[in-house]
DNA sequence: GGCGTATGAATGAAGG
DNA sequence: CCTTCATTCATACGCC
């Protein structure tokens, strides 16, 4: 987490809380990411992303801001904790079968989901449909995967997110077209 | 507790869990552990086993997996939890003490049970002589939390599970003497 | 039959 | 990167 992960305010002791603002959260210390924002991260992540440079977090931060609270380290720990126990969780799902016990035939999922290549991804952000449950998953993503290998290897690839206003704008939507156009290499 | 749902910003509410089981009966969607599993999960805490390893987690999970459904992460939650909430409880303690305390606590059995060195650990494991859910004595929980104090203790250990098949037995017990014979080290 | 507690499950945040 | 701590969410169970 070191690295280059300078200016991210990660060293610092416990920046204690910090009221929120950004109208969401605005609970506790800790970062409690909006649905919006999970669900860019884990396209991003799909969409083979696994370590972002600090350009890459602090890129992805802004963008994310506009669906409430967040900071850099907040992209990088979610990248690394997502990472993490992606692994560990196929090391944990995964064994057991080989195990010869009398019986226990158990189900095993092994789903493996490396989507690692080229992949130009195009998906429009609604943005927060005000008030509360916004459950409407409409998203239209448009994935073009190119999956064809499944190893940890960052091929060069590029993801575009494009967010028009789609939203049927009801109260204060302050929110020009989030335009979240990404380019890893 | 958990006023201030934000505007925006609700929690995952979960996907309905709709599947509850295809109706055999049992109840999917959150492990259930037996007693019998418990008990093995506490003794073994108790003989000083707080963070097991991968290797671990699975024989354990192996071996339990007589006695019901259950999965390698189960067997990690537990232990993440119990020693979390050992933790928590006695933290909690001190901040009682000070402040005005409002209720009466459940159980404040602090019995310093330090395994330092090795330890051997032998202890019978009773089948489970019940068909489906017939649980035999839920109503008398004979959970005998013992607080260790040794924190971060990483001396050598063994534990060796045997279920003999003696013991002060009740009636069918359907299951080949099992032989947990776990080594932690 | 609605609550309060116990606990499984999840995840953010760090440390090493 | 891997492991661990802490907090929280969700749910099963017991109580009134």
Redo the contacts between chains.
Sequence with gaps: MDEGMSGFGLKPTRPAAAAAGG?????CGRW?P??EQVKVLTDLFRSGLRTPTTDQIQKISSQLSFY?KIESKNVFYWFQNHKARERQ?R???Y??ND?H??H?P?QQHLVEVCETGRVVETLQLFP????????CDQSEKTKVFTSDECKENASPYTTIYTCGTEMENHYHHRHPSLDLRLSFM
């Design positions: 109208g969401g959260g605005a609970k409690n909006t649905n409430g969780k090391r944990r799902v064994v057991e195990h016990l009398n226990v158990k927060v449909n005000s008030l509360a449950f916004s459950d």
